[in-house]
């Protein structure tokens, strides 16, 4: 998300890396993805097994997911310009709340029916589906964050 030539990288490795060792194809995702996005020094381990793990979605081998640390936010949708402002309200109120959170832009239908919502954009936290077929006003997008934090920090405690 928000990592510039991505999908382009993504298939030209696809094809100029296939079969290479797991090493050298993070360094050249890194190698090429720092031409265009700043990726700190002390953050490229992270960034290269985010990008290792996006190539092997985009060419269908498992991959194993991270574990997350907060809440789990779905934005559902084509990629229209609804869902993509809701993708970008939900990152600004993400950062001014100061929470710990991750955002996926999901487009596949089929992965889209997975949730049976019959709209969009739809919004899913943490498993649950919080909005279909509209877009939330910042005021209710807050307070849907707010209530899925609160539940997941007593989640935690629990555990």
Same mark, same amino acid.
Do not use: W
């Given at each position: 998300?928000?990592?510039?030539?991505?999908?382009?990288?993504? &298939?030209?490795? =696809?094809? *100029?890396?296939?079969? $290479?060792?797991?090493?050298? %194809?993070?360094?050249?995702? /890194? $190698?090429?993805? =720092?031409?265009?996005?700043?990726?700190?020094?002390?953050?490229?381990? *992270?960034?290269?097994?985010?990008?290792?793990?996006?190539?092997?979605?985009? %060419?269908?081998?498992?991959? &194993?997911?991270?574990?997350? #640390?907060?809440?789990? +936010?779905?934005?559902?949708? =084509?990629?229209?310009?609804?869902?993509?402002?809701?993708?970008?309200?939900?990152?600004?109120?993400? !950062? #001014?709340?100061?929470?710990?959170?991750?955002?996926?832009? %999901?487009?596949?239908?089929?992965?889209?029916?997975?949730?049976?919502? /019959?709209?969009?954009? !739809?919004? +899913?936290?943490?498993? &649950?589906?919080?909005? %279909?077929?509209?877009?939330?006003? $910042?005021?209710?997008?807050?307070?849907?964050?707010?209530?899925?934090?609160?539940?997941?920090? =007593?989640?935690?405690?629990? +555990?």
């Amino acid at each position: 998300m928000g990592i510039i030539g991505l999908q382009h990288v993504l &298939e030209e490795v =696809s094809i *100029d890396f296939a079969g $290479r060792p797991d090493n050298e %194809v993070t360094a050249e995702l /890194i $190698r090429r993805l =720092s031409e265009f996005n700043y990726i700190p020094e002390n953050s490229q381990k *992270d960034y290269a097994m985010a990008f290792f793990r996006e190539l092997k979605k985009f %060419v269908g081998q498992p991959y &194993e997911r991270d574990k997350i #640390e907060g809440l789990e +936010i779905k934005v559902l949708g =084509s990629g229209c310009p609804c869902c993509d402002d809701l993708e970008q309200d939900l990152m600004a109120l993400i !950062a #001014e709340m100061n929470l710990a959170a991750d955002i996926e832009h %999901v487009t596949d239908p089929a992965e889209i029916g997975d949730y049976g919502a /019959i709209g969009s954009p !739809a919004l +899913i936290i943490n498993g &649950e589906v919080k909005a %279909v077929g509209f877009m939330p006003k $910042r005021i209710q997008l807050k307070a849907l964050l707010n209530a899925a934090a609160a539940k997941h920090q =007593s989640m935690q405690i629990k +555990i």
